[in-house]
């Protein structure tokens, strides 16, 4: 081993890097977006779920319950009429809600109370503090009963998923498209960078072929490409993993379809904006990772504090991974509205980068 | 007057940041004529080429072709464009590269000709990627003529092409020329510019001098061309 031919080695890496601004600033400023995001995210995510108590009891018991759940720290509390409970659930403004049925004092004279517990489901993470404030505010009621033990009983009832949906499905749902939109989103950015650096672009641009052509023509070729991907990646996800789904399996491959146009066009679109596939595979950490933290993949966007939450609400990813939740999870189909949108925007997406990729097109060759 | 030639550049300037890469050029190439570009390395001749395909525009001065001024899209399916490097997809086969470059330009018919005029028929079936750098070149030329353009740009064909396939290259083009179609061939080995009808000499981004390879021997006062070459360029700098 000569030091003299490692050095020159060293050396001459770092004098690549000296020129490679770009990567270099990537190399120190990455990691403080990537991690200030995700401190952000967790740190600042301190909103309690929203639950709904109705409280039917006609003794004094049922009171203190909801006394005990409304001092919880761990949800947050509005009281409802029974009634209205579904509906919440459904339009996402409460997480759960907790009846105290009419009998509820006289349960507990019994030593055995049985609260309906009505939870939305769609969340793992999100039933736990709620079945925890429960079960705390019920500590102040054995205090209250003298003399008696009361057991705890609650009946819980699902509006999506149930008792055996687990993790698994409810970051299955939002993978499914996840894994078809980034490895997309690699093969078109590299590949159209390929056409830059081997010369065939400048050739194609010396061509009849319109800008818009060239565009159109990528996407279609890696739609055919990504669309056996995501057929591949639904039957695992389905077949195999038994991802939890309600929804209809076109409708899943549907929406996957439209999140590989978007990679496909999002690929052509920043390949304008690198110079090598080095520079391209950049692109990665400081697109699709900021992308899957604020999708609402891991963190639900609703406990997002209020300024990353703005920004959620401008990313396609997020809308995606909304659309397909609401399929698989919750089983919606063409008629409800939340998914309307979800499609819509997606689209709307993949329009404007088409657009967005034949006018950068010319102009990064010259 | 300018109809009568296939490309017209009137005095063009082209500036890449501070550098001026051209700087008030003008020269005409008539129709059916082989026209050589000749210039050290960074003279302007590539850029020259890229102006006449419309691939970058003039800051000063107008490039017309075969009658339209560029860039202009129309234009581009009656030319043909060989990039100094051989500029294929290196997956592909021989064939499937020429059937691509035909189809884009609405041609169909001719990939047969074209192989069978670069010598690659035998080889179509190979992947370009498996190719020799000659072999490569060959290709890229086929692509650059298949549907037969009325005006071929070819941005020094011959680097890296043994002397044997050059001559042939050479008479291919005095073919392609007498049937008509009109070549640009930009290059910096003189013996090939006694080949061409009419030369230009480029360099430092100007035109140093333009005629036939008769006129530039008699201009720089040698029989030898690179010597004719090198005095215009000395008579210039001083």
């Known amino acids: 081993m000569s030091g003299h031919r490692i050095a020159a080695i060293t050396r001459r890496l770092l004098q690549g890097f000296r020129r490679d601004r770009r990567t270099l600033a990537l190399l120190f400023v990455a990691p403080i977006v990537i991690l200030g995001l995700l401190g952000y995210l967790m740190r600042g995510s301190n909103s309690a779920p929203e639950v709904g108590v109705a409280n039917q009891d006609s003794g004094p018991l049922g009171a203190i319950v909801a006394d005990g759940l409304n001092s919880s720290s761990r949800i947050k509390v509005t009281e409802i009429s029974a009634a209205d409970g579904e509906a919440k659930l459904k339009d996402g403004s409460l997480v759960a809600y907790i009846v105290l049925p009419p009998d509820f004092s006289q349960q507990a004279q019994a030593g055995n109370v049985a609260p309906e517990v009505h939870l939305e489901g769609s969340q793992p993470g999100e039933d736990a503090p709620v079945i925890q404030a429960l079960q705390q505010s019920m500590i102040s009621l054995s205090s209250r009963v003298a003399g008696r033990n009361v057991t705890f009983q609650p009946q819980i009832k699902y509006l999506y998923g149930g008792a055996n949906y687990g993790t698994l499905d409810y970051f299955g749902a939002a993978f499914v498209g996840l894994v078809v939109f980034f490895l997309v989103f690699v093969i078109t950015i590299v590949s159209f960078l390929n056409e830059r650096s081997q010369g065939t672009l400048e050739r194609l641009m010396a061509s009849p072929l319109r800008r818009g052509e060239i565009v159109v023509g990528y996407m279609l070729g890696f739609t055919v490409l990504a669309l056996v991907q995501a057929a591949e990646v639904l039957v695992f996800a389905l077949a195999v993993l038994r991802i939890h789904n309600q929804g209809n399996v076109l409708l899943i491959f549907g929406m996957e379809a439209l999140m590989a146009i978007a990679a496909v066009n999002l690929g052509i679109f920043l390949s304008m904006f690198a110079r090598s596939e080095f520079q391209a595979v950049q692109f990665i950490p400081l697109v699709v990772v900021p992308q899957v933290l604020l999708s609402g993949i891991i963190f639900p966007v609703s406990t997002e504090p209020a300024g990353l939450q703005w920004l959620s609400g401008v990313l396609p990813l997020t809308y995606a991974v909304n659309g397909m939740r609401d399929i698989m999870v919750k089983g919606a189909d063409l008629t409800w509205s939340s998914l309307q949108l979800d499609a819509g925007v997606v689209a709307g997406f993949c329009v404007v980068l088409i657009a967005a990729g034949t006018t950068t097109l010319r102009r990064r060759l010259g | ?238």
């Open chain 2, 1 to 238: 007057m300018s109809e009568s030639y296939a490309v017209n550049v009137e005095d063009v300037s082209k500036s890449f940041g501070a550098f001026k890469a051209l700087n008030g050029v003008t020269l005409r190439v008539r129709q059916g004529e082989i026209y050589g570009l000749l210039g050290p390395n960074g003279a302007g001749k590539t850029t020259i080429i890229r102006l006449v395909c419309g691939l970058l525009e003039a800051h000063a001065g107008s490039v017309t072709v075969l009658g339209q001024r560029m860039p202009n899209v129309a234009v581009l399916r009656h030319i043909g464009y060989m990039t100094q490097q051989a500029a294929l997809y290196p997956a592909l086969s021989v064939e499937e590269n020429v059937r691509f470059f035909a189809a884009i330009n609405g041609a169909d018919e001719g990939v047969k000709d074209a192989l069978e005029l670069v010598q690659l028929y035998e080889r179509r079936g190979s992947v370009v990627a498996t190719l020799s750098g000659g072999m490569r070149q060959r290709c890229s030329l086929a692509c650059a003529l298949v549907h037969r353009p009325e005006l071929l740009l070819l941005d020094e064909p011959t680097v890296g092409i043994d002397p044997q396939l050059r001559v042939q290259f050479w008479e291919a083009f005095r073919r392609m020329a007498a049937d008509g179609t009109t070549m640009i061939v930009s290059s910096h080995v003189m013996d090939e510019a006694d080949r061409c009808q009419r030369l230009g000499l480029i360099q430092y981004g100007r035109l140093l001098a333009e005629g036939s390879p008769a006129d530039i021997r008699a201009q720089g006062g040698s029989q030898n061309l690179e010597e004719a070459f090198l005095a215009l360029a000395g008579r210039k700098e001083s």
